[in-house]
T-cell receptor
């Protein structure tokens, strides 16, 4: 079962930042926070992941609270192509075969 | 250019038939996965192979049998198809030596059992 809680849906204005929250209050010390997204009719796409430090890449920023019980994915300048379902996942990084457990995700609609 | 490819994209078949879905990745990854996305859109892992060895086997009916002929391929064979097998099946791959361990997903195969 998924160990994360996310809002079911949210809207965002094109060009504005989108802040997607995720609660993972039962996260273990060796579990990473991963974010994936699924654009309609496509396979999921990796966005970013982190353990305890904030992370940034070309797609997004990930802010993890100090107690690691929640995190926020930030899309700095949302575009219409960012409309998708965003999944927050906690997972241990194993030697091989990371098991990703997807929950319901947040359906993000970017509006013009 | 395609990283993870699946064939076929759509599969419509009758109950009781046997069918296979093929997956190939050209990323040089050593780990491959099968996921199932049901009508409620929940994605669940089914199997994972690392260097052709089965390492994850979730609670999946024995009618589902994955086969990995080499590191670049992971096929899924389904016997005696049932209505409840209707779903979108996604293949994915990852490289165990990469720190991020991110998984790259294929476009999916939509299976409809009539």
């Amino acid at each position: 079962d998924a160990k994360t809680t996310q809002p079911t849906s949210m809207d965002c204005a094109e060009g504005r930042a989108a802040n997607l929250p995720c609660n993972h209050s039962t996260i273990s010390g060796n579990e990473y926070v991963y974010w994936y997204r699924q654009i309609h009719s496509q396979g999921p796409q990796y966005i970013i992941h982190g353990l305890k430090n904030n992370e940034t890449n070309e797609m997004a920023s990930l802010i993890i609270t100090e107690d690691r019980k929640s995190s926020t994915l930030i899309l700095p300048h949302a575009t219409l192509r960012d409309t998708a379902v965003y999944y927050c996942i906690v997972s241990v990084i194993k030697a091989a075969g990371n098991k990703l457990t997807f929950g319901g995700g947040t359906r993000v609609l970017v509006k013009p | 250019d395609t990283a993870v490819s699946q064939t076929p994209k759509y599969l419509v078949t009758q109950m009781g038939n046997d069918k296979s879905i093929k997956c190939e990745q050209n990323l040089g990854h050593d780990t491959m996965y099968w996921y199932k996305q049901d009508s409620k859109k929940f994605l669940k892992i089914m199997f994972s192979y690392n260097n052709k060895e089965l390492i994850i086997n979730e609670t999946v009916p024995n009618r589902f049998s994955p086969k990995s002929p080499d590191k670049a391929h992971l096929n899924l064979h389904i016997n005696s198809l049932e209505l409840g097998d209707s779903a979108v099946y996604f293949c994915a791959s990852s490289q165990s030596s990469r720190v991020r361990r991110e998984q790259f997903f294929g476009p999916g195969t939509r299976l409809t059992v009539l």
